[in-house]
């Protein structure tokens, strides 16, 4: 993401947070780590549905993307992970 | 939300999960759990600011309704709570 951070700040200067493309790129990376969530989670014990936590999770990672990039709440990789965490109550 | 059960599943029926009035229902519960967790959260020391928090709150309530209406996994009013709450890492 940090390769990209230059092109995507860009990106959400220049189109309406409501935009095409910004709805196409969040429900790509959305899509993307649901994937990848689901893969990681997979041998979790919870009583939730492995597929709700995958979205949760996806949401959750999502909502601070957004708060930094769409939102213009510049944050490190650091303290993005650290928020993250401290969501999912981890 | 119980005594709208029947309504919000006819209405989750009868219309596509992308449709207009899907989303204005969608976007109105966010918004009046957004304000409402403000509220509750005012006091928390949390690192993460309290916007944030209490969009992950909202987003978090949001998903489980929409696993509950939209996508047709019926639950008790008990089993949503559990759910939201294991979700939060409460």
């Known amino acids: 993401m940090d390769q990209h951070r230059e092109l995507l700040t860009q990106l959400a200067k220049h189109n309406a947070n409501n935009s095409s493309i910004v709805s196409s790129i969040y429900e790509y990376f959305k899509n993307e780590a649901i994937t990848i969530l689901k893969q990681d989670l997979k041998n979790q014990t919870s009583k939730v549905p492995l597929e ?39």
Chains 1, 2 share one sequence.
């Open 52 to 90: 709700l936590v995958a979205k949760h999770y996806s949401n959750t990672i999502l909502l601070v993307l957004k708060w930094i990039f769409i939102e213009n709440h510049p944050l490190s990789k650091r303290e993005a992970m650290e928020y993250v965490d401290e969501l999912l109550g981890k």
